[in-house]
């Protein structure tokens, strides 16, 4: 039996030529479109768990009220004390379910010296156990690993077993004429004011390294165990406590109960999500860009492969209209022409998009096993060109570019069906 | 014997850039069931307007086309459709099969859009109507593998598939040397004459003119004679 699909098949096959340049198009730009998505994905996961893991923000970071906006300002006022750290740690005890792991934070500016020269840096003090199991995570290696110094991850218990231990960018160490290895260097010294506003100094050692990521950052940052910041600032308060959240635990949900547990211990807090601007503009610009140039480019390719589309079917419309009108002068109906080009359509970009899965998955593995390695604006570093292909977003774009080919189709053969049947009937087309 | 076809008093114009050509005018003519009845006139006198016009191919501007009893000015589209799927054949001039489909494929067309036909009982028609017009064995070939000749008895199968109440055929034989008009003409006679087949189609060969039952003749848009 003659079906519809069996016929848009053959009548794909009348112009091979023009059917196989069509099905190049939508393949080029399927292909173009899921890469396109899939690097967006990549730097969109890359930069979650940095944001999560490398700078020790957790899934959700809750500071006092208005500390984002006046704690270094005032930092007295807005830190965390020792009453409400123990009120949140209980309510943190009792959403365990959720919570894999929490970390305390506190930063003060301050200036670091070797006795000869000093520079002004940012001590970022954070909770070694809280560090150590964010730098196993599994998902930080997967998509972040260039941001990881191997070094780094061979010595995960220093700051536990040597809580003085200060680490150290590569550009500070430079500044500071200090070379590898740092282990059984001199120690330096950090000078800040306390938290009452009096000048402290504190003597740390050297023996680890990191790297912020940020070009900007590369010269300011160091790393400090919570205790030693919180010698130097002389308080048992903190600046913000990070919370680690279990896989798969809806972030939005977890905020609105925790929320809610705070208001009932009358807590005046803040809760961020790890990608808030207030706290991770980076986050926020990068993606933002990404989205808009992504969005501009998803708007380019569907144009191109919708035109490609369009100026297929009108031609093979022109040369098939007499055809179009003996299929309405045997009975079909104009549903019935429609359906038939549809599917035409339809097999067309199945076809090529299933190629175009195909080579998706061959041009991203030639390009991860290039390792091209690039600096991203502002980087602090060259990172490798990842394009992590992906299912869901293959049916994503799958399904968006079957659905412009299905409108396309529908435009070109609506406009033909206005045409007088006798008209179609009477064009000069194919004649056998 | 019942009319297959009842017109009363139709006219149909048509724009011709800033003129106005009138097609047909007052028109009217009754075609019986079982007629075989040659449409003649000579270039511009209405004859193909008035075989659109009875196949529901174009629209009437005054007056009534009744088809087998359906007035078919009341019909909608999809309603036309489906009365020239259930009630008209078509023979065109140029044949008008489609190339990429065999010759089973092209006469099966108008079955595809048939509500309630098993797939047993269509190829059981579309087998029968091929037989009809002798072309069983050439089932599984493309049109453009067969003559002249074999393309319109393709055409005819086409038409006889659907058991119309009438043919509408509009110069059958005008693309065929005259060996194979004559053979498409006695086709369509044995199939009027065996099958009770509707013939009504328009003309200029004169050896079909001698071999119908019936002869209408149309001038400026007018009938001439009374059959």
């Avoid at chain 1, 340049?21 to 890469?35: E, Y």
């Avoid at chain 1, 807590?267 to 808009?292: A, R």
């Avoid at chain 2, 196949?55 to 459709?81: A, P």
Wanted: aromatic share 8%.
């Amino acid at each position: 039996m003659l079906s519809f699909w069996n016929f848009a098949a053959k009548n794909l096959l009348r112009n091979k030529r023009r059917t196989i340049s069509t099905a190049v198009a939508i393949c080029v730009g399927f292909v173009g479109l899921n890469l396109l998505g899939a690097y967006i994905y990549r730097s969109k996961k890359a930069l979650d768990v940095t944001s999560i893991y490398s700078a020790q923000r957790g899934h959700i970071s809750i500071l006092k009220k208005d500390a984002v906006e006046f704690y270094q300002v005032k930092p007295k006022k807005y830190v965390l004390n020792l009453d409400e750290q123990n009120s949140i740690q209980k309510i943190l005890a009792n959403m365990s379910n959720d919570v894999e792991y929490f970390g305390y934070r506190l930063t003060v500016s301050g200036l670091l010296s070797n006795g000869i020269k000093s520079h002004p840096v940012v001590i970022y003090g954070f909770d070694p156990l809280a560090f150590k199991k964010s730098l196993q995570q599994s998902d930080l290696i997967k998509w972040a690993k260039d941001w990881i110094i191997p070094s780094q991850l061979e010595n995960l218990d220093i700051f536990i077993n040597k809580p003085d231990t200060l680490s150290l960018t590569d550009r500070i160490a430079d500044i500071l004429s200090v070379s590898k290895p740092y282990a059984g260097h001199d120690d330096l010294q950090i000078a800040a004011r306390s938290i009452d506003g009096d000048l402290n100094a504190i003597n740390v050692s050297l023996g680890a390294e990191h790297t912020t990521g940020m070009q900007f950052l590369e010269d300011t940052v160091v790393l400090l165990p919570l205790k030693k910041v919180q010698e130097l600032m002389n308080t048992d308060s903190v600046e913000a406590i990070s919370i680690y959240l279990k896989p798969n635990i809806n972030i939005d949900k977890f905020i609105e109960k925790f929320n809610s547990e705070l208001k009932m211990n009358n807590l005046n807090i803040d809760i961020f999500k790890y990608d808030d601007v207030e706290i991770n503009s980076l986050h926020q610009g990068t993606m933002g860009f990404l989205y808009v140039m992504g969005g501009f480019f998803v708007f380019l390719i569907c144009s191109a492969v919708s035109l490609t589309i369009i100026n297929s079917l009108t031609m093979g419309i022109i040369e098939r209209t007499r055809e179009i009108g003996t299929l309405r002068a045997v009975g079909f109906t104009v549903n019935h022409v429609v359906n038939l080009f549809l599917k035409e359509g339809i097999l067309l970009s199945v076809f090529s998009m299933s190629a175009g899965i195909v080579f998706s998955f061959i041009i991203a593995e030639i390009v991860n096993r290039l390792n091209i390695k690039f600096f991203p604006p502002g980087a602090s570093q060259q990172i490798q060109f990842v394009l992590n292909w992906n299912m869901i977003i293959a049916c994503v774009v799958f399904l968006l570019l079957l659905f412009i080919s299905w409108i396309s189709s529908y435009v070109v053969i609506r406009q033909k069906m206005k045409v007088k049947l006798i008209n179609l009937i009477n064009d000069s087309g194919e004649i056998l | 014997m019942k009319n297959v076809v009842e017109i009363k008093n139709i006219f149909k114009s048509y724009k011709l850039g800033e003129t106005s050509v009138e097609a047909v005018r007052n028109l009217s003519l009754s075609v019986v069931q079982g007629d075989f009845t040659a449409l003649i006139g000579s270039s511009g006198s209405g004859k193909t307007t008035l075989l659109n016009l009875i196949g529901c191919l174009d629209q009437v501007d005054q007056g009534d086309i009744l088809l087998d009893g359906q007035n078919v000015k009341l019909l909608d589209e999809n309603q036309k459709s489906a009365l020239r799927n259930q009630k008209i054949g078509f023979i065109f001039q140029s044949f008008n099969l489609i190339p990429v489909l065999s010759v089973f494929e092209n006469v099966e067309l108008p079955l595809t859009v048939r509500q309630g036909m098993t797939q047993v009982e269509m190829s059981h028609k579309v087998k029968s109507a091929l037989l009809d017009v002798g072309l069983l064995e050439f089932a599984n070939h493309r049109p453009d593998q067969l003559s002249g000749g074999q393309r319109q008895r393709v055409a005819i199968a086409r038409a006889l598939v659907t058991d119309p109440a009438l043919i509408l055929a509009d110069e059958p034989t005008a693309n065929l040397d005259s060996k194979t008009a004559n053979k498409i003409i006695d086709l369509m006679l044995d199939l009027n004459l065996k099958k009770k087949v509707t013939f009504f189609f328009c003309t200029h060969d004169e050896k079909l003119m001698n071999r119908v039952q019936k002869i209408i003749k149309i001038k400026d848009g007018q009938i001439v004679n009374e059959p």
